[in-house]
C-alpha cells in the first residue's frame, strides 16, 4: 500500500505536534494522585460472590467507575474531607462508606433489594463517561429507558456519539454512524465478541438486538483495542445483554406505534448452583399499510420478526468464568407499492414489491482461565449461519454466509503499572450469492454467482501502562493480519489518557484501520435502482488513519454538576471504496478513490444535571470529502452539521418521567447528475428534492410503579417527512426510480405507548 507524499507529511506535521503535546503534559505529572482499588462483593443464597457492572463513584460528582467481571475497579482516590464512597448495583441496595484513606478496600454489598424499596440515597448517572485510557461513554438501560428503544438503533435517540441512520427506505435498514462516516466503518460487538454484525448482517444487525435485552452499550470513538480486529475505523459500540437480574429475574414489554406494528419482548432469568443463565424471546408483528405523500408506495414496511435467544453463564469459584450464548432470528420485511400482493405480484413487472427473508442462527462464547492471581488465558469464539431471500423489484438476490470468529489471548499483569495481553486470532466468512434479474426491463449486467471468502488469521499484543499514580495511562499494541489479497497487513494503534486534575481528562488515540468492503452488502438500496452496477477493479480493500484527541472537565456549581467535552477527531484514507452516482447517470460505479478522501470530526457537548434534571447540549460538525486533482469534493449524503438538545425531568422517587429531544440536521449534498438523466415522458420527479436543513422534536414520557412502567411517546412531533424520498416512484419499473436518495425522515410523526413489568414470581 503507498500513501501520498502530502499524506504522509501531514501524519508526520500531525505526530510531532502530539509529542510536543505529550512533552509539555507529562512534567506536569509530578503532583500525582492516589488511587482506592478494591474488590466489590454481594451475598445472595447464603453465597458471596464477585458482583460484575457496580457503580463505585465518589458523592456528589461524577467519577466513578464499573466493576469488572471479578468485582474490581479502581479509582482515583478523593482529599475532599468528608467525601463518600457510594456503591450501586440492580440486586443490592446502595451502599455508603466514607474512605479515609487511599489503598485496598474490600465491599460486600449484603442487603437485596426488597419488591417495594425505592432507592434514594444516591444514583449513578444514566449516561456517564468510563475511566479508561480511551474515551468511553457508558449507555445504561437506565437511559435506554428514556425512549422506546424497540432495537439497538434506536437505542441512541438522546447520545451524540451515534447516529442511527436509515440506508434504504423502503426495507427501512438502519445504520450506527460515526465521526461522520458511514456505518460500515462503526465495529459493532456482542457482549465483548466481534464479527456478530457483519457480512449479510451488517445492515440488519442493529435491528435484531432488542433494546429491552441490552444491559449497557460502551460507546469508543476512534481507535481501539487492536485486540477485537483491525475494522474498527471510526469507532466502536459494545452492546453488553443482560444476564442477572436476581431480584426481578422476569420481564414483559409489549409496544405499539402509530403504524399499528406490535413488539413484544420477555425474558426470565435463573440461577442454580454455579449456573445462571437468560431465555429471552422477541416478537414483532406487521402494521398497516400508508401511503401519506401520495407516491404509491409504502411509508414504512411491513415487518414481522420472531427471535429466540438464550444466555447462561458458568463460574467455578474463581478458576474458570464461561459465558455463550445462542440466538435465532425469523424475519420477513415486505416493502414496496401500496397495492402489492405478495402472492400475485412477487417478482413481477407490474408493481413493485420488496421482500427481504432472514433466516439467523448464531452463537457466541466468552470463556477466561485464571492462571494464578495475575495471569489468564481468554477465549472468545463465534459462528453464524445467515440465509438471505431478498426481491428488489424483477431482481433476486439469494445468499447463504457460514462465518466464524475466533480469538485466544494470554493477559499477564507483569508488573504494578503494567498488564500484557498477546494472542492469536481467527476470521472465516463463506458467502455464496447468486443475483437473478429476472425480465431485466434496462439490461443489467451484474446476474450470476458473487461468491467471498474471507479466511484470515492474525496474531496481536498490546500493553497498557499508568504511571504517576495513574494519572498518565498508555495503551499501545498492533497486529498483523494475513489477507489473501494483500499479504500481512499491520495495524498499530496506541490510546493515552492523562488526568491534568481530579476533574479534568485529556485522551488522544492514534492508529491504522484496515477492512474488505463488500459492496453488494453493503449497499442493498443499489438493487432497488434501475441503474446498472459496475465494480470498478477491485474495490475491496480499504485503508485509513484515525487520530484525535478529547477533552473532558467534570465541574460542580451550587446544585449543578456536569461536564464539558471538546472531541476532534480526522479519518484519513488511502483507498476508500465508495458507491458513485455521478460518472454516469445510468450508473452506480463501486470504486477506489483516485486521491485521499477524509472525515474531519468535532464535537462539542455540555451536560448538566441538577436535583432530579438532566440536559445535554451537543453540536457535531462532520465533513467528508475527497480531493482529486488538487479539487475538494464533499462525498454525498453527508451532514455537515448537527445539533442536539436533551432533557430529562423526573420526580424525586422516579416514579414520573419525562424526555424531551430536540434535532436539528443541516444540509446533505446529494449526487447531482440524475438532474440531467432523460426519462420517459410523463408527470415523473426527474431531480432529487433537494436537501434542506430541519428539526425534529421528541417527547416521552413514564410512569412507574412497584412492578410496572407505563410509557407513551410521540416521535417526530412537528411531522417534518421529505416529500419525495422516491424518484419516478409512479413508474418504478421504468428510468429514474431510485429509493437511495433518503435524507430526511420519511414516516413522519409516529406516536407509540407500551407497558413493561418486571417482577419475581420465584
Given at each position: ?482 489477507h489473501r489479497l494483500d499479504g500481512a497487513v499491520l495495524t498499530p494503534r496506541a490510546m493515552l489518557r492523562y488526568n491534568l486534575d481530579e476533574e479534568t481528562t485529556v485522551r488522544a488515540s492514534a492508529g491504522t484501520a484496515y477492512r474488505n468492503a463488500r459492496p453488494f452488502l453493503e449497499h442493498p438500496a443499489a438493487f432497488a435502482s434501475w441503474r446498472d452496477i459496475v465494480i470498478e477493479g477491485d474495490p475491496r480493500r480499504e485503508r485509513a488513519v484515525n487520530f484525535g484527541a478529547n477533552l473532558t472537565h467534570m465541574y460542580t456549581t451550587g446544585e449543578i454538576r456536569g461536564t464539558l467535552s471538546l472531541d476532534a477527531y480526522r479519518t484519513v484514507f488511502s483507498r476508500q471504496v465508495v458507491a458513485e452516482y455521478d460518472d454516469d447517470p445510468s450508473l452506480v460505479v463501486f470504486r477506489n478513490i483516485d486521491g485521499t478522501s477524509a472525515a474531519d470530526n468535532i464535537l462539542l457537548e455540555a451536560t448538566a444535571e441538577i436535583a432530579a434534571a438532566t440536559c445535554r447540549l451537543a453540536y457535531t460538525y462532520s465533513d467528508n470529502y475527497e480531493e482529486i486533482n488538487g479539487e475538494t469534493r464533499r462525498i454525498p449524503f453527508t451532514t455537515l452539521h448537527r445539533v442536539l438538545g436533551v432533557l430529562h425531568l423526573s420526580t424525586e422517587d422516579e416514579s414520573w418521567q419525562g424526555t424531551l429531544t430536540l434535532e436539528w440536521h443541516g444540509e446533505q449534498t446529494l449526487p447531482s447528475t440524475i438532474a440531467s438523466l432523460p426519462l ?83
Amino acid at each position: 500500500m503507498q500513501y501520498s507524499h502530502a499524506f504522509v507529511a501531514r501524519v508526520r506535521k500531525r505526530t510531532s505536534t502530539i509529542i510536543i503535546l505529550l512533552a509539555l503534559l507529562i512534567p506536569a505529572a509530578l503532583h500525582s494522585q492516589q488511587q482506592v482499588t478494591g474488590t466489590v462483593r454481594g451475598e445472595l443464597n447464603n453465597e458471596i460472590q464477585p458482583v460484575e457492572g457496580a457503580h463505585v463513584y465518589w458523592a456528589g460528582t461524577r467519577s466513578g467507575t464499573v466493576t469488572d467481571r471479578k468485582g474490581r475497579f479502581q479509582l482515583q482516590y478523593s482529599e475532599s474531607p468528608g467525601t463518600s464512597l457510594i456503591v450501586s448495583h440492580v440486586q443490592f441496595r446502595a451502599d455508603t462508606l466514607v474512605v479515609p484513606n487511599p489503598g485496598e478496600i474490600t465491599i460486600t454489598l449484603t442487603q437485596a433489594r426488597s419488591a417495594g424499596e425505592v432507592e434514594i440515597t444516591a444514583t449513578a448517572p444514566d449516561t456517564y463517561i468510563a475511566p479508561l485510557t480511551q474515551k468511553t461513554e457508558v449507555i445504561t438501560s437506565d437511559e435506554l429507558e428514556h425512549a422506546a428503544c424497540c432495537d439497538l438503533a434506536g437505542c441512541f435517540g438522546t447520545t451524540a456519539t451515534v447516529q442511527a441512520e436509515a440506508v434504504d427506505i423502503v426495507t427501512d435498514t438502519k445504520q450506527l454512524s460515526m465521526l461522520g462516516l458511514d456505518g460500515r466503518y462503526t465495529q459493532v460487538l456482542v457482549d465483548d465478541v466481534p464479527q456478530m454484525v457483519s457480512g449479510l448482517n451488517a445492515r440488519f444487525g442493529v435491528s435484531f438486538l432488542p433494546g429491552p435485552f441490552i444491559d449497557r452499550i460502551y460507546v469508543s470513538k476512534g481507535a481501539n483495542s487492536v485486540i477485537q480486529g483491525s475494522d474498527a475505523f471510526s469507532g466502536q459500540v459494545n452492546v453488553m445483554l443482560h444476564e442477572s437480574d436476581g431480584e426481578r429475574p422476569l420481564l414483559f414489554n409489549a409496544f405499539t406505534n402509530s403504524f399499528l406494528e406490535q413488539q413484544y419482548n420477555a425474558y426470565v432469568m435463573r440461577s442454580m448452583d454455579r449456573w445462571s443463565g437468560m431465555l429471552a424471546v422477541q416478537g414483532i408483528r406487521r402494521g398497516v399499510r400508508r401511503d401519506r405523500n401520495g407516491d404509491g408506495f409504502m411509508d414504512a414496511p411491513l415487518t414481522d420478526r420472531f427471535s429466540l435467544f438464550t444466555k447462561w453463564m458458568y463460574e467455578n469459584d474463581g478458576a474458570l468464568l464461561m459465558r455463550s450464548g445462542l440466538k435465532y432470528t425469523w424475519e420477513d420485511r415486505l416493502g414496496g407499492s401500496m397495492d402489492f400482493e405478495q402472492e400475485r405480484d412477487l417478482g413481477g413487472g407490474r408493481r413493485y414489491s420488496q421482500l427481504i427473508q432472514n433466516r439467523r442462527i448464531e452463537f457466541y462464547n466468552r470463556t477466561e482461565f485464571p492462571l494464578g492471581e495475575q495471569q489468564a488465558l481468554k477465549l472468545h469464539l463465534a459462528g453464524s449461519r445467515h440465509q438471505q431471500q431478498a426481491w428488489y423489484g424483477t431482481t433476486l438476490f439469494d445468499a447463504i454466509e457460514h462465518s466464524g470468529y475466533a480469538d485466544i489471548a494470554y493477559s499477564s499483569t507483569w508488573t504494578d503499572d503494567q498488564v500484557l495481553l498477546a494472542g492469536a486470532s481467527w476470521q472465516y466468512s463463506n458467502l455464496d450469492a447468486s443475483i437473478d434479474l429476472g425480465s431485466n426491463p434496462h439490461g443489467k449486467s451484474y446476474a450470476g454467482n458473487h461468491d467471498d471468502l474471507i479466511s484470515s488469521p492474525g496474531i496481536f499484543v498490546e500493553n497498557a501502562s499508568s504511571f504517576f499514580e495513574d494519572r498518565l495511562g498508555i495503551v499501545a499494541g498492533a497486529r498483523v493480519d494475513y489477507h489473501r489479497l494483500d499479504g500481512a497487513v499491520l495495524t498499530p494503534r496506541a490510546m493515552l489518557r492523562y488526568n491534568l486534575d481530579e476533574e479534568t481528562t485529556v485522551r488522544a488515540s492514534a492508529g491504522t484501520a484496515y477492512r474488505n468492503a463488500r459492496p453488494f452488502l453493503e449497499h442493498p438500496a443499489a438493487f432497488a435502482s434501475w441503474r446498472d452496477i459496475v465494480i470498478e477493479g477491485d474495490p475491496r480493500r480499504e485503508r485509513a488513519v484515525n487520530f484525535g484527541a478529547n477533552l473532558t472537565h467534570m465541574y460542580t456549581t451550587g446544585e449543578i454538576r456536569g461536564t464539558l467535552s471538546l472531541d476532534a477527531y480526522r479519518t484519513v484514507f488511502s483507498r476508500q471504496v465508495v458507491a458513485e452516482y455521478d460518472d454516469d447517470p445510468s450508473l452506480v460505479v463501486f470504486r477506489n478513490i483516485d486521491g485521499t478522501s477524509a472525515a474531519d470530526n468535532i464535537l462539542l457537548e455540555a451536560t448538566a444535571e441538577i436535583a432530579a434534571a438532566t440536559c445535554r447540549l451537543a453540536y457535531t460538525y462532520s465533513d467528508n470529502y475527497e480531493e482529486i486533482n488538487g479539487e475538494t469534493r464533499r462525498i454525498p449524503f453527508t451532514t455537515l452539521h448537527r445539533v442536539l438538545g436533551v432533557l430529562h425531568l423526573s420526580t424525586e422517587d422516579e416514579s414520573w418521567q419525562g424526555t424531551l429531544t430536540l434535532e436539528w440536521h443541516g444540509e446533505q449534498t446529494l449526487p447531482s447528475t440524475i438532474a440531467s438523466l432523460p426519462l420517459t415522458p410523463g408527470p415523473t420527479a426527474a431531480v432529487p428534492e433537494p436537501s434542506r436543513s430541519f428539526s425534529l422534536v421528541h417527547l416521552h414520557a413514564q410512569h412507574r410503579w412497584d412492578w410496572l412502567d407505563i410509557y407513551v411517546g410521540v416521535e417526530n412531533l412537528l411531522d417534518f417527512r421529505q416529500q419525495s424520498p422516491i424518484l419516478n416512484a409512479q413508474r418504478p419499473f421504468e428510468r429514474g426510480f431510485e429509493t437511495a436518495f433518503v435524507w430526511g425522515p420519511v414516516r413522519g410523526r409516529e406516536v407509540y405507548a407500551g407497558i413493561r413489568t418486571r417482577v419475581n414470581v420465584f
